[in-house]
């Protein structure tokens, strides 16, 4: 019986499903959809109409009650061969406004496509017609012509429609007529557009897409064939996209069975169907020894609008998991840095989609370019690839998807020239005002600033001092985190200096949870009991008012699961203080010594250098211009309640913005002792390898559980990244190493581990990896520990399952962990301490301890 059955799958079932969708697997219901709604047809027609596909289009006489206008009918021989379907060979003309009307049986998501083809008649000139068309209050056309050619169009429009009926009206033009040869308005699933999308400038969320309207500008299958409807999940068209190609032989198709294309959660076959995934262009010479060009498609846009780009991916060239890692870009700008697809898609030929708005105000001209590039670093293929795009526009700000009027007949750009110069002349007068007022400010400006470098408001924006800037006093928490995360220009919350003073219990001595180089670090409760962290500054303090300014403005426009969030601030009188939120798990060198904490399993290690990396990632490439922590160390380096780590303290950060060529030259070099990059030190020339650096010597404090640098040890132990790289480089690593995971760690992960350690301690910068590529390795060092676990954890289940009687097992002794007494030789960086502005790393901004119930990534 089992032979029968597995017989009847594979010549019965398999087939039988493959052919239902092109090749693809058979899908799950949740992968299918039926349209609630489904309304076609075929104007003009005295017939119903049965495409390919085996849709059927109602005549006339069977949609009559849709229409409200008694329109003449148009039916003419035309040749099959020059129409793509049969409902081209009829019209329905309109000499005055008529209205179509459907009944929805559900709200959400539904397709509008209109066919048009000027078909050639005596009764009517249809190459002569002007008109618009609107569906509701939305523009799908405006005062449309097609022209002297004889091309057929359709237009696809994506709608959320909420009314219990759709309308789409026709309205001719003074003196002319207007036309239509087939209507569909279908459903589509929820899932198609979620309300959220991906900002390129600045690089952020943004919500509320399902409040607009969208039209289908293009939709390309990458690499392969043109999809037809009765090939695709929703019934639509994919094109090749070979002509938008630039230059052509930049890419080379690739191709795979679309059975082995996979849907992780929150992806579906509705998305896109397998024979896209199936299909993708990469580099056209992903072979040579270093490709450093892109592979460009360039697509004609309007500017005026803006536009959600979703990209389509899925690994099918690589044949191991991390192989693949490229950039991806979007308007000129870097959308996606260091894609790993095998990581964010789970595995191998698994589907990954992702959205992004571009308009005008990042400056992306037309055409539109989507480009991809293979990372220029070590690890991994050289390679990159693209398998779908889709370009859909969003209607503009008066709800027009054609043209700058909407159905109201208000212009985008205002009702009229008299109210623009209203407005503009509002503008200047507003901003003379404002510059007026910065003046007196800087006349009553405290003049002693620079000597004490205490803050004083004058150097913030006008609002800084109000507390109505983001939200009134008495609001709750949520409505201010809302405008503070919706906001891409704010600095966040103001607090006033009393609100902080009751939050703090006076600054109560007994509520500090940290001492740095800025000031205490207070526990505090603001708005009904949430727990933030409140940094003080301290008037004595060498960091002051440049830091205060470099926190504010770094984390008020920064936004990451690995990053801390800066809830706000307060700069009454001359207070320099700043909120975060509480990481109630502390700095990570708490839990590696000097605080007794429990021991920290190396996989747990493990993720945490992992999520401080992606941090430190996001920082160097996230945006256009790159930002430079300049202070990475376990001190700064925080842990939440699950352990999550988040990059913390911001204050000696760089704009990548301000490095000139290769290398910023600083005025003065700054960091902390142990971390600080030796070529930094030599060269005054700072980059994103400098943190590289640093982290580097993050990794080998975790590894073993000592600082970075300790006076109390022997000379030759004083640095740990020199005395640690000695041992490394004599294979002998192992030997000073945390005691604690002796036994507990796989070799080969810690092999991993400690040679991402020393590339990234490499003496000159250039011979640096970047942090997507140490992110990489940390990620490979992760897999191979946990391949072990599960090894190991097999074998004790089948030795439990196989043994006879209880048995107790003794553990083995440790390894020797004494150290090598050779000398080492001292690191340049130590003859010049004096001459270097240095926060000692003992003091660590160590501080700002979770407040778990905010959560603004």
Known sequence: MAILAVLFYVFILVPSALAAVGGAPAKSSSDSFTPPDNYLLDCGS???????????????????????????????????????????????????????????????????????????????????????????????????????????????????????????????????????????????????????????????????????????????????????????????????????????????????????????????????????????????????????????????????????VRLHFADIVSKSLNDLYFNVYVGGKKAISGLDLSTVAGDLASAYYKDFIVNSSMGVNSPLKVQISPMAEAAGTKNALLNGIEVLKINNSVNSLDGEFGADGKSASGPSRGSVAAVGFAMMFGAFVGLGAMAVKWQKRPQDWQKSKSFSSWLLPLHAGDSSFMSSKNSSLGSRKSAFYSSTMGLGRYFSFAELQEASKNWDSNAIIGVGGFGNVYLGEIDNGTKVAIKRGNPQSEQGINEFQTEIQMLSKLRHRHLVSLIGYCDENSEMILVYEYMSNGPLRDHLYGKDLPFLPWKQRLEICIGAARGLHYLHTGSAQGIIHRDVKTTNILLDDNFVAKMADFGLSKDGSTVEGQAYVSTAVKGSFGYLDPEYFRKQQLTDKSDVYSFGVVLLEVLCARPAINPALPREQVNLAEWAIQWKRKDLLDKIMDPTLVGNINPESMKKFAEAAEKCLAEYGVDRPTMGDVLWNLEHALQLQE???????????????????????????????????????????????????VIDEHSGSAMFKQFAELNGR
Request: net charge negative.
């Open 46 to 308: 005295s017939e119903q109409t049965t495409l390919d596909d085996k849709r059927v289009f109602l005549s006339d006489q069977s949609s009559r009650e849709y229409l409200n206008y008694d329109g003449k009918d148009l039916q003419v021989s035309v040749d099959k061969a020059d129409v793509p379907l049969p409902i081209y060979l009829s019209a329905k003309v309109f000499s005055s406004e008529a209205t179509y009307t459907f009944r929805m049986s559900k709200a959400g998501w539904h397709w509008i496509r209109l066919h048009l083809f000027p078909i050639s008649s005596n009764d009517a000139n249809l190459q002569q017609s002007k008109f618009t068309v609107v569906s509701d209050s939305l523009v799908l056309l405006h005062e449309f012509s097609p022209g002297s050619g004889s091309e057929w169009v359709m237009k696809e429009y994506l709608v959320n429609v909420t009314n219990q009926q759709l309308s789409i009206k026709f309205t001719p033009v003074k003196d002319s007529i207007a036309f239509i040869n087939g209507i569909e308005v279908v459903s589509a699933p929820d899932m198609l557009i979620s309300d959220v999308g991906n900002t390129l400038v600045p690089v952020a969320q943004t919500s509320g897409l399902t409040q607009n309207s969208f039209q289908t500008l293009y939709r390309l299958n990458v690499g392969g064939p043109k999809v037809e409807p009765q090939s695709d999940t929703l019934g639509r068209t994919w094109e090749e996209d070979r002509q938008y190609l630039k230059p052509e032989n930049a890419g080379k198709n690739v191709t795979v069975e679309p059975k082995v294309i996979q849907y992780p959660n929150g992806n579906s076959p509705l998305i896109a169907p397998p024979s896209v995934y199936a299909s993708a262009m990469e580099m056209g010479d992903a072979n040579t020894v270093g490709p450093n060009f892109n592979v460009t498609w360039s697509l004609d846009i309007d500017t005026s609008y803006s536009y959600l």
């Open 787 to 837: 391949a072990s676990l599960k090894g190991k954890s097999e074998e004790e289940n089948n030795a439990a399952a196989t043994a006879a009687s209880p048995t107790t097992v003794t553990p083995g002794s440790t390894t020797d962990t004494s150290s090598d007494d050779r000398p080492g030789s001292s690191s340049a960086q130590s003859k010049n301490q004096a001459e270097v502005q």
